[in-house]
Nanobody, 125 residues
Framework: QVQLVESGGGLVQTGGSLKLSCVAS????????MGWYRQVQGKQRELVAV???????NYSDSVKGRFTVSRDSAKNTVYLQMNSLKPEDTAVYYC???????????????????WGQGTQVTVSS
């Protein structure tokens, strides 16, 4: 199985910056994409930014121009640089990765779609 560990959340003032990190670990064969989602209690989880293996990037309209997603493929790590933060950015941010991993016991390659535990980002007014 593939595990994701997120870090970098915290409390920041309006206009401040945070950088989130997500590291995927396990017998990974290939990661098709890694992305960031966020969720406010009582609302649906929404896409923030996704970066694919070839480097295609998608941002939600609400974060375009303020957030930047990047990836270190060698480290199976994705980052989210968040600038000009607003109170409406307050949410739990989740990392998501999709790909394939090695099932060594039966010599199989199996798909995975894993989520991190989430990290809280709070932006004060």
């Amino acid at each position: 199985q593939v595990q994701l560990v997120e870090s970098g959340g915290g409390l920041v003032q309006t206009g401040g910056s945070l950088k989130l990190s997500c590291v995927a670990s396990g017998s990974i064969a290939e990661i098709n994409y890694m992305g960031w989602y966020r969720q406010v209690q009582g609302k649906q989880r929404e896409l923030v930014a996704v970066i694919t293996n070839p480097g295609k990037i998608n941002y939600s309209d609400s974060v375009k121009g303020r957030f930047t997603v990047s990836r270190d493929s060698a480290k199976n790590t994705v980052y989210l640089q968040m600038n000009s933060l607003k109170p409406e950015d307050t949410a739990v941010y989740y990392c998501n990765a999709d790909g394939t991993f090695h099932r060594s016991d039966v010599h199989l390659l199996e798909p995975f779609n894993s989520w991190g535990q989430g990290t809280q980002v709070t932006v004060s007014s």
